[in-house]
């Protein structure tokens, strides 16, 4: 074990711990501010709805302009402290907010310059590592990042606890932001003394089949749908690809349909939880990041197993199995929610574990199924346009879950989540197996790429489809 815990530490780069200060901010501000909002400035689930689609809809906008805007600077460096330079100041801001529209615009320019950050930080270390060891190095990233994602929870838990007894809820939750800030400073220092600089560099190629290698954890990085785009994602490309003329292989828009409906879903669910685990569960407020904690926590260590079931079962059978899972766990939430009875806390436990769970299986899968899907030319592209696919399905649940859940409660937003997850279950089960439809003589090979990262390669498993005009 120490000699685990040695290597892990020896892999890792110095400046890795900004990214962890800044991910441990962020993880707490992530339930902070729903919490802010209805208990502070006793505003509504809708106005939460509304909050989190716009600060969404900042956030795709800041994908696609942050990575063409740091290779035309040539610099990386600026852009990660100006993305944590914001999360230090907005949340001191945060702190003394007296409206909703205060606390709007601050969100908005927080979450459009906090993609900055998601938008160089895997770049600064391809562009300072030599191949082979981008995967090992991009996965360190990531670990890190996620681990400062649910150290925030557990710090925000505790703080909350502690200072609402000493002070008063609504006391304890404005200086919680303060300490949040604190906290984001400290990544900035620590970001400007270690963060190495470097020249833009961008290969498209390689910055694909890097991600490709490790998922995609980054899309834990952001705030209520925490998703950024493929970098240098063209939107008018993208959508002359998509409807223009047959750009994918037979099953890839289909894939990327059933990627709206569930990131619909997924909005209809999570966006109001916060809110209702205080007003309809009676869950006090520093336990609601305790139970966001477990969740974070099962995505952290499902991952490796979700990886190796992914390996063994098929992305498509998986993704599927996760969709399943998450059908029932929003039904059941739903019932709860609606039957006005008293909810034990190892119900919740279970149903934020299995939440957890869920999510890694359905994240990984659904990134290597995008890009088995896609034609070789296309598998940059497509990545790019699944990801703002789910972008796009999270800002209209921000809408969509304000209503539902500001005029027929919360057990309705959950059952719409689940009844639009069947319709996407339905949708994913036309789309066909790349694995399974690969003809007898193609061959799929595996091997250890230069010894560091396993990688994939194969022949195509779907007929090429008419050519390109």
């Not at 006391?171 to 020249?199: G, Y």
């Not at 436990?349 to 957890?356: D, K, Q």
């Not at 089960?429 to 399974?436: C, H």
Request: hydrophobic share 55%; proline share 4%; net charge positive.
């Amino acid at each position: 074990m120490a000699r685990s815990l040695r290597s892990w530490w020896t892999d890792a780069e110095p400046w890795f711990a900004a990214v962890g200060l800044a991910n441990t901010a962020m993880g707490t501000s992530s339930v902070l501010i729903p919490l802010m909002l209805a208990r502070v400035l006793d505003r509504s689930v809708g106005d939460l709805g509304w909050l989190a689609a716009l600060v969404s809809l900042m956030g795709v906008a800041g994908s696609l302009v942050w990575g063409r805007l740091s290779d035309a600077a040539h610099r990386r460096k600026p852009f990660i402290l100006a993305s944590y330079a914001a999360v230090c100041i907005a949340h001191a801001a945060l702190a003394f907010v007296g409206s909703f529209a205060e606390m709007l615009v601050l969100n908005m320019a927080l979450n459009l310059l906090w993609v900055a950050n998601a938008s160089v930080t895997v770049l600064v270390v391809i562009e300072n590592r030599a191949e082979p060891l981008w995967e090992a190095k991009i996965g360190k990233l990531n670990q890190i990042g996620a681990l400062g994602w649910v150290a925030g929870l557990g710090l925000g838990s505790a703080l909350l606890a502690g200072f609402t007894a000493l002070f008063g809820e609504v006391t304890a939750i404005r200086s919680l932001f303060l300490m949040v800030s604190s906290i984001a400073l400290a990544a900035v220092i620590t970001a400007a003394l270690t963060v190495p600089r470097t020249e833009a560099r961008f290969t498209a190629r390689r910055f694909r089949g890097m991600i490709l290698a490790v998922g995609n954890f980054l899309v834990e990085r952001g705030r209520f749908s925490p998703f950024h785009l493929y970098h240098r994602l063209r939107p008018v490309q993208a959508a002359r690809r998509l409807f223009g003329f047959p750009g994918f292989r037979p099953g890839t828009r289909r894939l990327l349909a059933s990627t709206f409906l569930s990131y619909l879903a997924f909005g209809l669910f999570g966006i109001p939880l916060p809110l209702a685990l205080a007003d309809r569960f009676g869950v006090a407020p520093a336990i609601v990041f305790v139970y966001f904690l477990i969740q974070h926590a099962a995505i952290v260590i499902a991952y490796p197993i979700a990886s190796r079931r992914i390996r063994r079962l098929g992305n498509r059978r998986i993704q599927i199995f996760s969709l399943v899972g998450r059908t029932v766990i929003f039904s059941v939430v739903a019932l709860l929610a609606a039957s006005g009875v008293a909810v034990p806390t190892v119900v919740l436990v279970i149903a934020f574990l299995s939440y957890g769970v869920t999510w890694s299986y359905f994240q990984l899968s659904g990134v290597a199924l995008v890009s088995r899907l896609a034609r070789r030319e296309n598998r940059g592209l497509a990545l790019g346009l699944y990801n703002a696919t789910a972008g796009v399905g999270w800002i209209v649940a921000g809408v969509g879950s304000g209503l539902i859940a500001g005029s027929l409660g919360f057990a309705a937003s959950f059952a719409a989540g689940a009844g639009v997850l069947l319709v996407g279950l339905a949708v994913l089960s036309t789309v066909p197996d790349p694995t399974a439809a690969a003809p007898d003589h193609v061959r799929v090979r595996w091997w250890r790429r230069r010894g560091d990262a396993l990688a994939i390669r194969s022949r195509p498993s779907l007929p090429e489809g008419p050519s390109r005009s």
